[in-house]
């Protein structure tokens, strides 16, 4: 599950927020073992969820780089190309 956690820093555009919150719901999804938490348990996984998108938000905000910002587009079609050759399919 943790595999779908892209890296958000240093691209253009910068990553929007629900993109920083699906990144902490997938991390809190992993380490909680639930893919969606009982009656139960709600409170207390959407609030480890809003917490950790905080957190994540404070850090992207806090990072620098002297790097230039990487292309979505490009990143996306490396991904392709490397998923091509790991499972042998057409990129």
């Excluded at 992993?30 to 409170?43: C, D, H, Q």
């Amino acid at each position: 599950m943790c595999r779908n956690i892209k890296p958000l820093f240093n691209f253009e555009p910068v990553a929007t927020e629900e993109e920083i919150r699906a990144a902490a719901l997938q991390f809190v999804r992993k380490i909680s073992g639930f893919t969606a938490p009982s009656k139960a348990n709600e409170v207390a996984f959407e609030e480890a969820v809003q917490g950790i998108t905080d957190v994540a938000q404070k850090l992207m905000d806090s990072l620098v780089t002297q790097a230039e910002p990487r292309n979505r587009e490009i990143e996306a079609q490396r991904a392709r190309e490397r998923n091509a050759i790991r499972f042998g399919t057409k990129a």
